[in-house]
Nanobody, 122 residues
Framework: QVQLVESGGGLVQAGGSLRLSCATS????????MGWFRQAPGNERESVAA????????YYADSVKGRFTISRDNAKNTVYLQMNSLKPDDPAVYYC???????????????WGQGTQVTVSS
């Protein structure tokens, strides 16, 4: 089993930055690929970014490429999402997830956190 807890969400002005963290427990964190996803009211859950077990491969959705950065610290069992230049369409509940392979679709991940709210003001 793998347990995940997101933190770092909150209210930020458009153009500002936030860093989300996902702390994990259970099986060895370093064996899992990790992903960040988001879901806004009335929308489907969408992929934001993903990273493989070692951090050597990453994926970013076109909507966030160049603004968001995913990283991991296996010694701390934590994955991060640095969000810069936040836009009005970025607000959502952000979730982190874990899976055995490097994938990008929500259905391809096995373990999920409860999410953290990100709100962007104008």
């Amino acid at each position: 089993q793998v347990q995940l807890v997101e933190s770092g969400g909150g209210l930020v002005q458009a153009g500002g930055s936030l860093r989300l963290s996902c702390a994990t427990s259970g099986r060895t964190f370093g064996n899992y690929a990790m992903g960040w996803f988001r879901q806004a009211p009335g929308n489907e859950r969408e992929s934001v970014a993903a990273i493989n077990w070692s951090g050597s491969r990453t994926y970013y959705a076109d909507s966030v490429k160049g603004r968001f950065t995913i990283s991991r610290d296996n010694a701390k069992n934590t994955v991060y999402l640095q969000m810069n230049s936040l836009k009005p369409d970025d607000p959502a509940v952000y979730y982190c997830a874990a899976g055995p392979f490097f994938r990008v679709l929500p259905k391809e991940f096995n373990y999920w956190g409860q999410g953290t709210q990100v709100t962007v003001s104008s």
